[in-house]
């Protein structure tokens, strides 16, 4: 199984980018996906999650300003970061995880987003 995330790069205060991962390699059904970041020093810390229903939950500091989506048919699942702030700068990470039989929990690879001031 290979978590394979994307569009992390360079932005300057106030601006958007969009992130994405892709699955592939297994099966995703009943699981939940996330978008978790780590800053230098820092620990990760979940930012966005959705369940294979479309049920979202945000942390707060990024509530209202960013949007996770998924496409159950694609094994995809996107986060749309707009207003962003210095303070989102780290590397993202996608992760999915299922808590039941057959259970799973993947990390892909991080991607870096970098915001200005």
């Known amino acids: 199984v290979q978590l394979q995330a994307s569009g992390g790069g360079l932005v300057q205060a106030g601006g958007s980018l969009r992130l994405s991962c892709a699955a592939s390699?297994?099966?995703?059904?009943?699981?939940?996906w996330g978008w978790y970041r780590q800053a230098p020093g820092k620990q990760r810390e979940l930012v966005a999650k959705?369940?294979?229903?479309?049920?979202?939950d945000y942390a707060d500091h990024v509530e209202g300003r960013f949007t996770i989506s998924r496409d159950n048919a694609k094994n995809t699942v996107h986060l749309q970061m707009n207003s962003l702030k210095p303070e989102d700068t780290a590397v993202y990470f996608c992760?999915?995880?299922?808590?039941?039989?057959?259970?799973?929990?993947?990390w892909g690879q991080g991607t870096q987003v970098t915001v200005s001031s």
């Open positions: 390699g297994g099966s995703f059904t009943g699981d939940v």
């Open positions: 959705i369940t294979s229903g479309g049920t979202a």
């Open positions: 992760n999915a995880r299922r808590s039941f039989p057959p259970m799973y929990n993947y």
